[in-house]
Each structure stands twice: as structure tokens, then as C-alpha cells.
């Protein structure tokens, strides 16, 4: 991968893709496993705080793995679909990797994945589907549209507060929580909101429900059963709906999952017995 000059106090190794996707790096180990990363305010590799939170959430498939947090480019184009997304990745795994990678896609990046796994299925190893599911519930799409229009009226402040309040009102996180809204709101607004109003877009279209069987890589979809994007039954459909598909649901549990349960149940899916 093409580095970037790595700042001060980044938590991860960063840079661009050969195809302009933004990425973070975790581990060193023999194994690749490609992150698709969740909604973000801006398309850029995250900053230290973020890192921290959303990076650990994988260190339990250290040191086995090398994981890769990638966003989406800059740039996108308005009406592109979770296809064009999924394309990107794509693109990016030929020129990156030498055969199939692990897909690991949370939230957002759950959805873009089950559409990789679908178009693209020879790139993909395993699946985690983490915190995702085929479409978004009601209330999900309702404040996803909510933040696009803050958004593109570049009302920074009420589109973090609509978020944060949608999230922390599932009160099984507490302070870590607020850690991982920081994710999702860069420290500088962007000067452009067109990637984050053309990611919504596309989620929002996004129904992959009648394309689940096609899906043929072995998949795990893991959440927590009180997600405020989903629905529990999304999530039960989601998995029945992939053949073989494995799922873990963490009663009352948010959005999203994390904790030692999951990382145990990650890394065992991943890597068996190792």
C-alpha cells in the first residue's frame, strides 16, 4: 500500500491505497484482514482517539493478523450506489492483495461488504458481518436522512448532536461510547459534505435482501440485539439468508458491538483454534 507521511500522534500507520481509498493499519501478522469502515463525517484514515477505539476493537486478531481500516475516497460521485462502493474496494484488493482477504465490514461498511460479497465473492475469504444487516431499520434510515440534511446545510453541531444522542440512549456503553462518536466527526468540519450526503444516499437505496443466497463465502453476522440502526429480526434475516451463515447477538447490547465476548468470537471465526 501506498503510505502517507504518518502525523504525530496517529494511532495506526496511515496512508492512501493505490486507488485513493484512506487506510489505517494495525499488526504486522501473515494474515490480511480488510476492514470496511463505517459511516465517517469525512473520507480520510481517522485520527488518534478514533484509532484507539475502533482498532482495538480488532486487537484480539493480533498477532496473527495485519488489519486494515479503509474508508471510502474522496470525492464521490453524487448518485454512486453501495455497487459503486463495493467496486472501489475491489479495485483495491486486486492491486493490493495477491488472492482473498477476510472482510470484515461494521455498520456502513456491513453494508458495502454484503454487497462485495455478493458481486465480488472469489475476493472474499471469510465475512464478518459486524453491526450490519441487509437494509437499514426505520429508525436508522430516518436519522441517517436526518444528518444527511444537517450536512448539506454544513450544520456540523446539530448533525454530531442528532447522532450522539440517537446512539448514547442505549445506555450499556457509557463513556466508550462517546469515544466511538468521536469516529464519526472529524476534529475540523469538512469543507465538503458531498462524500458523507453520497454515502447516506446509497445506504439508504440499499436493500440486498433478495441477493443474500448468493452470497457463498463462510459468514458470520455478530451485532448487538438492542442496535437503534437495525432491528433484531434484521439481523436473524440478514444471517438466515446466507447460506450457512453463522450468527452471534449480544442481548442489550448497541451499536457498535465490541467487548471481550466479541473479540473471542471474531478471532475464533478467523482463525479456528489458533
Known amino acids: 500500500m501506498v503510505r502517507a507521511a504518518e502525523p504525530p500522534g496517529l494511532a495506526a500507520p496511515a496512508g492512501l491505497t493505490r486507488n485513493g ?41 493480533l498477532p496473527e493478523c495485519t488489519v486494515y481500516l479503509v474508508n471510502r475516497r474522496k470525492g464521490l460521485s453524487q448518485g454512486c450506489t453501495m455497487a459503486d462502493l463495493a467496486a472501489d474496494y475491489a479495485e483495491m484488493i486486486v492491486q493490493e492483495f495477491s488472492g482473498p482477504v477476510d472482510i470484515l465490514g461494521t455498520s456502513t461498511g456491513g453494508s458495502i461488504a454484503l454487497q462485495f460479497a455478493a458481486d465480488h465473492g472469489e475476493m472474499v475469504r471469510s465475512l464478518v458481518i459486524h453491526s450490519a444487516a441487509y437494509k437499514l431499520g426505520p429508525a436508522g434510515r430516518d436519522v441517517q436522512l436526518q444528518l444527511r440534511d444537517f450536512a448539506r446545510a454544513r450544520k456540523w453541531r446539530q448533525a454530531n448532536a442528532i447522532l450522539t444522542e440517537f446512539v448514547m440512549h442505549r445506555r450499556w456503553y457509557g463513556g466508550a461510547l462517546s469515544a466511538m462518536v468521536g469516529c464519526l466527526r472529524p476534529l475540523g468540519a469538512p469543507e465538503d459534505p458531498s462524500d458523507l450526503v453520497a454515502t447516506i444516499e446509497a445506504e439508504d437505496a440499499f436493500d440486498l435482501r433478495d441477493r443474500l443466497a448468493e452470497i457463498s463465502a463462510p459468514t458470520l453476522v455478530i451485532a448487538g440485539a438492542a442496535d437503534p440502526f437495525y432491528t433484531e429480526e434484521l439481523f436473524r434475516e440478514t444471517a438466515r439468508g446466507i447460506p450457512g451463515a453463522k450468527l452471534v447477538l449480544y442481548p442489550g447490547m448497541g451499536h457498535p458491538a465490541q467487548g471481550k465476548p466479541f473479540g473471542r468470537e471474531v478471532r475464533q471465526f478467523l482463525l479456528g483454534g489458533s
Open 21 to 61: 481509498l484512506p487506510y489505517n493499519r494495525m499488526g504486522d501478522g501473515l494474515r490480511p484482514v480488510v476492514v470496511f469502515a463505517g459511516l465517517s463525517f469525512e473520507n480520510k484514515a481517522i485520527g488518534a482517539l478514533s484509532a484507539r477505539f475502533m482498532m482495538g476493537i480488532y486487537r484480539p486478531l
